[in-house]
């Protein structure tokens, strides 16, 4: 059987017109990945300590980031790509000036993490 392509439209996944922040789950289009976009202006600002149980992969698509995976910290520029394994305690925030945006690529058909506590919070 030969796989069908699909589209999303911005709007259907989109939070807000013209600005990279949503989501797109698989289990509605029948692929076992789920993509995140987020974006941000503020410096500092992103995304808080977490894990999933499954693989991710991240994107810069614009600006600079602090990421923190497992142990590691990772400073990140646009084209720049981060992996975080399965199970892996992560974050990133921006470390500016300006726009930090990223597009995460869940490997799951579903998004779902666990919040930790962050001691640099």
């Known amino acids: ?27 509605d289009l029948g692929t076992g990945v789920t993509v995140l976009f987020f974006a941000t202006e503020v410096d500092g600002d992103g995304v808080r300590l977490h894990v999933h149980d499954y693989d991710e992969v991240f994107i810069v ?12 910290e990772i400073v990140a520029e646009a084209g720049d790509v ?6 892996a305690p992560h974050k990133f925030r921006n470390l500016g000036p300006g726009r ?8 799951s058909d579903h998004f779902a993490q ?7 919070a």
């Open 82 to 87: 981060v992996f975080g394994p399965a199970h």
């Open 1 to 27: 059987m030969e796989a069908e392509g699909k589209l999303v439209k911005w709007a259907d996944w989109a939070r807000t017109p013209g600005i990279w922040s949503g989501r797109i789950e698989g289990r």
């Open 100 to 107: 930090l945006e990223t597009t995460d690529i869940h490997l």
């Open 61 to 72: 698509r614009e600006g600079r980031a602090l990421f923190t995976v497992g142990g590691r």
């Open 114 to 120: 666990v919040l930790l506590d962050d001691p640099d």
